[in-house]
């Protein structure tokens, strides 16, 4: 069954532990939504509204979030494993322990946010801009920093061992 919604307005809806496996969200409006332990593999979100949010634990492995923004989310252990997260913005957002194994985030912008003990193995990070990020014991096994901006990150028991790094700018590091 496909789960249709284009343009929804769901601001403050309560979605925890649902299943909207597939589901295509483009466009909507999910302030402030309570998505904790949602399901959403292979959903579309693309230039989703996704301010205030309550996303912890929930799985977006697959799924499509260009352009999203995240301003202000709580994403504690969300998996977005092979998410495609291109030009989506991040501020303010709590992403500890997150999963973004093989994840695309080229392009992306992270700033005033939490990565410690975040994954991110494989992931593309081509372009991304980190500012005032924390990336404490971060893993980045193999991912790909090319020509990324890094400015005021916290790398502390960070190894980038095959980590592609050319071109990247690292800025004030602390």
Same mark, same amino acid.
Do not use: Q, W
């Given at each position: 069954?496909? %789960?249709?919604?284009?343009? /929804? @307005?769901?601001?403050? &809806?309560?979605?925890?532990? &649902?299943?909207?496996?597939?589901?295509?969200?483009?466009?909507?409006?999910?302030?402030? !939504?309570?998505?904790?332990? !949602?399901? =959403?593999?292979? /959903?579309? =979100?693309?230039?989703? %509204?996704?301010?205030?949010?309550?996303?912890?634990?929930?799985?977006? @492995?697959?799924?499509?979030?260009?352009?999203?923004?995240?301003?202000? /989310?709580?994403?504690?252990?969300?998996?977005? !494993?092979?998410? +495609? =997260?291109?030009?989506?913005?991040?501020?303010?957002?709590?992403?500890?322990? &997150?999963?973004?194994?093989?994840?695309? $985030?080229?392009?992306?912008?992270? %700033?005033?946010?939490?990565?410690?003990?975040? %994954?991110?193995?494989?992931?593309?990070?081509?372009?991304?801009?980190?500012?005032? #990020? +924390?990336?404490? @014991?971060? !893993? $980045?096994?193999? &991912?790909?920093?090319?020509?990324?901006? =890094?400015?005021? #990150?916290?790398?502390?028991? #960070? +190894?980038? @061992?095959?980590?592609?790094? +050319?071109?990247?700018?690292?800025?004030?590091?602390?």
């Amino acid at each position: 069954m496909l %789960k249709l919604f284009l343009h /929804a @307005s769901l601001v403050r &809806a309560d979605l925890s532990n &649902a299943n909207l496996e597939g589901a295509n969200l483009s466009h909507a409006n999910l302030t402030e !939504t309570n998505l904790s332990n !949602t399901r =959403l593999v292979n /959903a579309i =979100l693309i230039e989703a %509204k996704l301010e205030g949010a309550d996303l912890c634990r929930a799985d977006l @492995s697959d799924a499509d979030l260009s352009l999203a923004c995240f301003n202000r /989310a709580d994403m504690c252990d969300i998996n977005f !494993t092979n998410a +495609k =997260l291109t030009e989506a913005k991040f501020s303010g957002v709590n992403l500890l322990g &997150a999963n973004f194994c093989r994840a695309a $985030l080229v392009g992306a912008v992270l %700033k005033n946010v939490n990565l410690d003990d975040a %994954k991110l193995k494989y992931a593309n990070l081509h372009r991304v801009e980190f500012i005032d #990020v +924390k990336m404490r @014991s971060a !893993t $980045l096994f193999g &991912a790909d920093l090319s020509k990324a901006k =890094l400015e005021r #990150v916290d790398l502390d028991d #960070v +190894k980038l @061992s095959y980590v592609k790094v +050319k071109g990247a700018c690292f800025l004030e590091p602390i």
